[in-house]
């Protein structure tokens, strides 16, 4: 009796789900359909509907309106199927086309495409997207290979290449100086269309994709028992996942495709069809489905009345909306997973073993490394300066035309090497408390949050005296921190109890996402120039002057104050009880290293933007180089943050001059596949 039931207390919610449903899309779709530029208002569509229209209702609707409408219904159903289809297959709550890699890598297939000037059909772009989207979910699998069902391993490679896919299409996009307005809307994704021809051909491509879907859903319920009951009840358990998996990336792509990467939703509509008691996937999967489809036009809606394209504010891409309600989701998903990581350590380990090399040999090697990447970085661009006109030029005495390149791109340089070594002191710092080498401050929501801030400044005084940028970003960077550390601490004091190194990276994703969809928000509703906003918030040294130097000396002095603490920063990562047996008082040692780690890389951001990977790259090299020390390490890691910032300003300058390749991007490009490498280590291998 017992047994029986809660199936019986859920079977009410269950067909409510099933039977409300229908009648809120249709309700939402009506809505949808009411709103845009023109005059067109909600009780025209329900006269037209009724058949009581006239031409000018049907030219609207047909020719604006309706394709829109039908890519968010195209574009809803694919994505909450194939949630609920990699949630089903990996049994992760988590786990979702977006944060697993798989929309980044159908875009990116999208652009590659669309780059080379081949122009494909609605099912060959479909599947190109499809390819992309493939090859991600593999590399994932392959990342995650010895755990592929551990929540917090596969999550974070699953960011990884999220992270590496999207920042290879930016990279392609950005070529084009006139990509840049299409770069925002198609990279947050959008569901404006210019025919129905797109959406029809590629939503009855949907349908016959989610006709095999049933085949699936009874497989997928014994799966979820476990693989060893799955096996004993006769399931081909690496065959079901399989195909579940191909299913789900062929919908995904299939939607990126359409309307570009829209976040959150395949995560969202299948949790939000669990909490409807839609258990079994033959319930589960539909619902996810129309849930998805009400979520894609909801939010689209809202954007559009919130920003009404007849009142002149620029669109509102659909998928920032989707970030700002997914965020939020996610971090509280990621807040009762778990990671198996609390007590074992991160899920991806870093040798701190020493080298048998002398630290001031390679200390020394490190500092001529960025004298000649600063050299180089002198003559690289769309002047070159001969190699006899740098001293010349920069003692006064050569030509005018080398004085005067050399003179512009000297303070760039030096704000490139001192950001890029801030940047890689903030790394050392948050992975000495968390106990990560993935904790870097773009990755846990510290550089959208100083982005957030500085956004802010610009947004609301817009004649502000300089020092209140970075003012305001370290500000919004020491909040961010402040609340990922909160979550991911379960609402205790981050620095009296123990903290979950993936949980916090996880929670620092939610946090960044949700962030910079704000700070997307921001940029539209002050109509700003999106290419200016987008290259700052891809990080960018351009036009940087003596000035933005001293932005910098605080977050400088921050470097100097902890290479100073090394002791308590060193005795961080023995985790809990040791340090306290030595006289460390933990929560204030926290707390201090992380807000020294927040300053630095805040204040680094209000001098060029969001770049990233570098406190990940640099200081993972350097304890390779010369162990787990903190007085060895931040020097060395400083000294190689500089030599990449420097390395990517020069090699974005000179790759297409005269146009420039933001720095951020480039530093993106460059730690990915770092990164990739990163994860797919042995725990083991030094």
């Known amino acids: 009796m017992t047994v029986a039931a809660p199936p019986a207390a859920r079977r009410p919610r269950a067909w409510l789900a099933g039977g409300a449903l229908p009648l809120a899309l249709c309700l939402v779709a009506a809505l949808h359909l009411s709103l845009g530029a023109s005059d067109v208002g909600f009780g025209d569509v329900l006269s037209q509907l009724a058949g009581q229209g006239n031409q000018h209702i049907q030219d609207v609707l047909v020719g604006s309106r309706l394709p829109r409408t039908l890519t968010g219904l195209v574009v809803g159903v694919a994505l909450g199927v194939s949630?609920?289809?990699?949630?089903?297959?990996?049994?992760?709550?988590?786990?979702?086309?977006?944060?697993?890699?798989?929309?980044?890598?159908?875009?990116?297939?999208?652009?590659?495409?669309?780059?080379?000037?081949?122009?494909?059909?609605?099912?060959?772009?479909?599947?190109?997207?499809?390819?992309?989207?493939?090859?991600?979910?593999?590399?994932v699998l392959l990342l995650s290979s010895g755990g592929v069902l551990t929540p917090g391993r596969m999550l974070l490679a699953g960011a990884t290449v999220?992270?590496?896919?999207?920042?290879?299409?930016?990279?392609?996009?950005?070529?084009?100086?006139?990509?840049?307005?299409?770069?925002?809307?198609?990279?947050?994704?959008?569901?404006?269309?210019?025919?129905l021809e797109r959406p029809a051909v590629l939503g009855v491509t949907v349908a016959v994709v989610l006709l095999g879907v049933p085949l699936l859903v009874r497989p997928l319920d014994l799966l979820s028992l476990g693989d060893e009951t799955a096996q004993a009840m006769g399931v081909s358990v690496p065959r079901v996942r399989g195909a579940a998996l191909l299913v789900a990336v062929l919908l995904a792509a299939l939607a990126v495709s359409l309307a570009g990467p829209i976040g959150f939703v395949g995560l969202i509509a299948p949790v939000m069809a669990r909490k409807l008691a839609a258990r079994r996937h033959?319930?589960?999967?539909?619902?996810?489905?129309?849930?998805?489809?009400?979520?894609?036009?909801?939010a689209d809606a809202t954007a559009q009345i919130v920003f009404p394209p007849s009142a002149g504010y620029g669109e509102l891409p659909v998928g920032v909306v989707t970030a700002l309600i997914g965020g939020p989701v996610f971090v509280a998903l990621a807040r009762r997973v778990s990671t198996g990581d609390a007590e074992t350590g991160a899920a991806v380990?870093?040798?701190?073993?020493?080298?048998?090399?002398?630290?001031?040999?390679?200390?020394?090697?490190?500092?001529?490394?960025?004298?000649?990447?600063?050299?180089?970085?002198?003559?690289?661009?769309?002047?070159?300066?001969?190699?006899?006109?740098?001293?010349?030029?920069?003692?006064?005495?050569?030509?005018?035309?080398?004085?005067?390149?050399v003179s512009y791109r000297l303070p760039r340089i030096l704000v490139a090497a001192l950001a890029g070594a801030c940047l890689a002191v903030a790394g050392v710092a948050v992975q000495a408390v968390v106990r990560n080498p993935l904790a870097e401050p773009g990755l846990i929501g510290v550089t959208a949050g100083s982005s957030a801030g500085a956004v802010l400044v610009i947004l609301v005084i817009p004649s502000a005296p300089a020092f209140l940028l970075p003012l305001a970003a370290g500000v919004g960077g020491v909040v961010a921190l402040g609340l990922v550390l909160l979550l991911a601490?379960?609402?205790?004091?981050?620095?009296?109890?123990?903290?979950?190194?993936?949980?916090?990276?996880?929670?620092?994703?939610?946090?960044?996402?949700?962030?910079?969809?704000?700070?997307?928000?921001?940029?539209?509703?002050?109509?700003?120039?999106?290419?200016?906003?987008?290259t700052w918030m891809a990080g960018s040294t351009y036009g940087r002057d003596y000035d933005a130097l001293s932005w910098l000396i605080l977050p400088a002095l921050a470097a100097v104050a902890l290479t100073l603490a090394a002791r308590p920063v060193d005795l961080l990562a023995l985790?809990?009880?040791?340090?306290?047996?030595?006289?460390?008082?933990?929560g204030r040692a926290r707390l201090l290293v992380l807000g020294a780690a927040a300053v630095l890389a805040s204040g680094t951001a209000a001098a060029v933007g969001a770049v990233g990977f570098v406190g990940l790259v640099a200081p993972h090299l350097a304890r390779r180089l010369a162990g787990g020390a903190t007085g060895r390490t931040?020097?060395?890691?400083a000294a190689l943050g500089a030599?990449?910032?420097?390395?990517?300003?020069?090699?974005?300058?000179?790759?297409?001059?005269?146009?420039?390749?933001?720095?951020?991007?480039?530093?993106?490009?460059?730690?990915?596949?770092y990164l990739v490498w990163l994860l797919r280590r042995s725990p083991d291998r030094p």
Do not use: C, K
């Open 634 to 637: 931040v020097p060395l890691a």
């Open 489 to 534: 601490a379960g609402g205790r004091r981050a620095g009296a109890a123990g903290l979950d190194p993936t949980r916090v990276v996880l929670v620092g994703l939610g946090i960044a996402a949700t962030t910079m969809g704000l700070v997307n928000v921001l940029v539209v509703s002050a109509q700003m120039n999106i290419s200016a906003a987008l």
């Open 162 to 195: 999220a992270m590496a896919g999207t920042a290879a299409a930016e990279f392609l996009q950005i070529l084009d100086e006139h990509a840049t307005q299409g770069l925002f809307f198609w990279g947050n994704g959008t569901l404006m269309q210019s025919g």
């Open 575 to 586: 985790g809990e009880e040791a340090p306290q047996a030595l006289g460390l008082h933990l």
């Open 83 to 139: 949630g609920a289809l990699i949630q089903g297959a990996t049994r992760n709550p988590l786990a979702a086309p977006d944060t697993l890699g798989v929309n980044a890598g159908a875009y990116l297939a999208v652009v590659l495409v669309a780059w080379t000037g081949v122009s494909l059909g609605p099912v060959p772009s479909g599947g190109a997207a499809f390819l992309g989207g493939l090859l991600a979910m593999g590399v």
């Open 643 to 673: 030599v990449l910032v420097v390395s990517a300003d020069a090699l974005g300058r000179w790759l297409l001059a005269p146009t420039e390749i933001p720095v951020g991007m480039m530093t993106a490009v460059l730690g990915a596949p």
């Open 349 to 405: 380990t870093v040798s701190g073993r020493r080298r048998p090399y002398g630290y001031a040999l390679v200390l020394g090697g490190a500092v001529l490394t960025l004298a000649l990447a600063a050299v180089l970085a002198l003559r690289a661009g769309d002047v070159t300066v001969g190699w006899g006109q740098i001293v010349p030029s920069l003692l006064g005495t050569g030509d005018q035309l080398s004085e005067a390149v």
């Open 282 to 298: 033959a319930l589960l999967v539909p619902v996810s489905g129309l849930l998805a489809a009400v979520i894609v036009l909801g």
